[in-house]
């Protein structure tokens, strides 16, 4: 999909139906702009339900501040008039109110985009505006004048954020990261002191390249083929929905053969992600005019060395991530299901995934489908795409349940003797 040619209208429903469906903001709360080749303003309507917005609802401000639509623009229209103004290379505006961010605007603090790598060059530098009656122009005064010194993302105290960018879905795309990055602390913090990559570790993943592969191109695509790209696109999507993927992070791969695979494409939406876009890998060969994740190293070295592992995940949900930031230890003998499907999970160096990935591969056996990679992502294999899907699920919702302990009480393991049964249970 074309996200750049819909008509702005459009655009603004389809971002703020996607804010909304993640509970990022409520059904009044927050507001989206595009500012138009020819000077109009699109803006968000005020006082209408955000739950079920419709592209008739947007309002287009003219120059002259005149108004064409059915309702009123945001009350909000004030502060994304001021940006433009200040800000001529911003094209979008962003406001919302996800319940993470709220939290720092009220401590005015700014999460910390240093604890996994991209975030910080996705964000950029985080400002934050003084306090103002919503609505005012001195509240537009306040954010305009943090842009104006060049920074495109701004927290409100006590109050929310606002993102500019050139286009509404790069918008879209920092305020979702920013978003994730002050989940990701909130949860690290009940685990225990959250650790910020240095210099060094950024700069080294900032020039992570990708693979130079040759190209071929497909001359058939067999029934199985097909039907992978189908499950794998309907799973990504779930992931996405599911806030274990984010728009533009979350890697899926599915073995087709011994020496060929298909894997999801670097960059590109996971939510409106399509069949064709995948890549196929063939004896080390790209598809042809596609980008393949740039893991696709790692996904390969892992089917070549484990005959039994047909599908990899790698993904960065904020749960099992706490324990990737922090010394936390995860451990799988809290309850049945995580114990059966996780077995043992280790904790893998900064940068192992793309400075070694022969040795990450051996990390995985039958006894170790998963492993945790720090300050990066976790890495779940599995037999087949739903397997590899649902120990991903399986991870992210005991390191939930395992932080929850921290407010309620010590952590009990099951004790030997009943994972001895298990084993027996499950012939492990």
Known sequence: ????????????????????????????????????????????????????????????????????????????????AMIYQKRPDIKAVLHAHSPALIAFSIVRKIPDTRLIPNARLICGEIGMAEFALPGSRQLGQNIAAVFESGINTVILENHGIVVGEENLFKAFMSFETLDFCARLEIEARRLGTPKALSDKNIEISRKKQHVVLNEFIPKKHSSLERAARREMCGLIHRAYDHRLFTSTQGTFSQRLDGNSFIITPYGLDRKYLLEEDLVRIENGWKEAGKTPSRSVLLHSRIYEKHPHINSVVIAHPPNIMAFAVTDAVFETKTIPESYVLLRNVPKLPFGSTFMQPEMVADVFSKDTPIAIVENDCVIVTGSSLINAFDRLEVAEFSARALISTRT?????????????????????
Request: charge should be negative; hydrophobic fraction near 40%; glycine fraction near 10%.
């Open 408 to 428: 309620i009480g010590d952590v009990v393991n099951i004790d030997s003797e009943k994972i001895e049964a298990i084993d027996r249970a499950f012939n492990h």
């Open 1 to 80: 999909m074309k996200f750049e040619l819909l008509h702005p209208a459009d655009q603004l429903v389809m971002i703020m139906q996607r804010i909304y469906g993640n509970g990022m903001t409520t059904t009044s709360g927050g507001n989206l702009s595009i500012l138009d080749d020819n000077g109009d303003i699109w803006i968000t309507p005020a006082g209408i339900d955000k739950g079920s917005l419709a592209s008739q609802d947007i309002v287009l401000v003219k120059p002259d501040g005149s108004t064409v639509g059915p309702h009123k623009p945001s009350s909000e229209l004030p502060f994304h």
